[in-house]
């Protein structure tokens, strides 16, 4: 125990870590690690032994040993044992479950089994998801360590989610869980932010204790933040917009309507609009009536079947208010057919032709914008009848040029065949004609 070289006692205490010298061992390399940093620049050279020296050779030169290596000098031990180096400590952390993570908090390198590190502390964490954490400081000194570690699962609960109305959507922790009223089970105990959102109602967010093996229960009272519509009114089917959106046709009820004042227009063709500035209460319904009548039986259309005022000099189609049929507006009274302006006043055609030149001529052309012209039944030509006036029968002031003549219609006779019916505009009345003859036809679209 004499030696001044620490890889003795380094070697001592490989072979007997736990010997009757081992304290001792660890103090003397300490202070002998302490003294070699004091004296690092200094050089230790152990006495040489005398050689004796013959006088019969006492004119040769000396002989003087041979110096021992400069590592041997310094320890006084052979360079063999000084080479040897510190055993290499592993650490290995046998998790349960398997696929937990592992780390060493304070150390650089990333945790592996049978990972090697310097005698010293250490800090272990292992986790996993649905565990609870496991820390723990180790001692590592001169044997390698295995150390078992089991996490213990995290206790779980359930949740119960309602609200009034029901249906409003559910997250947990930002994730969404579904609507109520909804169960969500198995939800690892502790605090979770629960939000509940349906559209024109205040969001909700709660925070929730989740207890392990319990049920946690959160009933919320949505407040309304929309009210709705009811809207009824004439004209029948007109289209009813709610600022500026197509909301449907008359009679119309719009839900989930944003509280606070909103703009309501009804619009039908023949008809002026109907506006008006409703004011729409939390969870409340606002009634609306509409009381609109179309300005006169007919409006002139142009070619692009605007409508215009009744004024105008120069229109290209007629609507009928009533029945909301188009009909085509004649061109040309004078007494000079013309084939190639279908719309010419004087034209004239058999049954046959005049769909299948006259109607098909105008939709060819897309007429006003148009292809679904078509010849009208007797019952929509009896309604341009005006009974009132004569040569024509008609209201000229929105159809000119109409002759005071027979005009054919779509329908045939029930047992003539042979025959199609028509009206007479010179006194409005309604009579059958052989199909062969040469008559005049007008044009019209829209609903039979």
């Given at each position: ?170 997250y947990v922790d930002s994730k ?165 302006n279908p719309n010419d006043a ?103």
């Open positions: 125990m004499n030696s001044t070289n620490p890889a003795v006692f380094e070697a001592y205490l490989k072979k007997y870590p736990n010997g009757e010298f081992a304290e001792i061992a660890h103090i003397k390399i300490a202070d002998l690690k302490k003294e070699s940093g004091k004296s690092a620049q200094a050089t230790v050279v152990e006495s040489l032994p005398d050689v004796p020296v013959k006088t019969s050779d006492s004119l040769k030169p000396a002989v003087v040993a041979t110096k021992p290596p400069l590592q041997q000098l310094r320890t006084g031990i052979s360079p063999q044992i000084a080479e040897q180096k510190s055993p290499e400590i592993h650490l290995t952390v046998a998790a349960t479950p398997t696929d937990s993570r592992i780390k060493i908090l304070n150390n650089q390198g990333k945790y592996q089994k049978g990972m090697v590190l310097k005698p010293g502390k250490y800090q272990v964490e292992v986790f996993r998801d649905g565990y609870e954490k496991f820390t723990q400081w180790v001692t590592m000194d001169q044997s390698d360590m295995v150390l078992p570690v089991a996490l213990t699962p995290l206790q779980k609960g359930n949740m119960r989610v309602t609200s009034d109305p029901a249906g409003a959507v559910v969404k869980a579904g609507e109520t009223p909804i169960e969500i089970p198995e939800q690892l105990a502790g605090q979770k932010t629960v939000e509940i959102q349906k559209d024109c109602f205040e969001p909700i967010s709660r925070t929730v204790t989740v207890s392990g093996g319990q049920q946690a229960v959160v009933a919320v009272q949505l407040t309304a933040k929309c009210g709705s519509l009811h809207i009824t009114g004439e004209p029948s089917g007109a289209d009813v917009y709610l600022d500026e959106k197509r909301a449907g046709s008359l009679p119309v009820d719009i839900a989930d309507v944003s509280i606070g004042s909103h703009q309501i227009v009804v619009k039908k063709d023949g008809h002026p609009d109907y506006d008006e500035t409703v004011t729409v209460q939390a969870g409340r319904t606002t009634s609306v009536t509409t009381s609109v009548k179309p300005p006169s039986k007919y409006s002139k259309l142009d070619s692009n079947g605007k409508q215009l005022p009744n004024s105008a000099k120069s229109w290209m189609m007629v609507r009928d208010n009533e029945t909301s049929l188009i009909w085509e507006i004649k061109q040309k009274n004078d007494g000079v057919k013309n084939y190639g004087d034209n004239t055609y058999t049954w046959d032709e005049s769909s299948q030149k006259f109607i098909s001529a105008l939709n060819a052309a897309h007429w006003g914008g148009f292809s679904d012209w078509r010849l009208p039944s007797i019952a929509e030509l009896k309604t341009l009848v005006d009974s009132k006036r004569t040569r024509p029968a008609i209201n000229i002031g929105y159809f000119p040029n109409t002759q005071s003549s027979f005009y054919w219609s779509s329908t045939t006779h029930d047992s003539r065949t042979y025959d199609a019916w028509g009206a007479f505009f010179d006194l409005g009345y309604y009579v059958y004609n052989f199909k062969s003859l040469y008559f005049h036809a007008r044009a019209v679209r829209g609903g039979q």
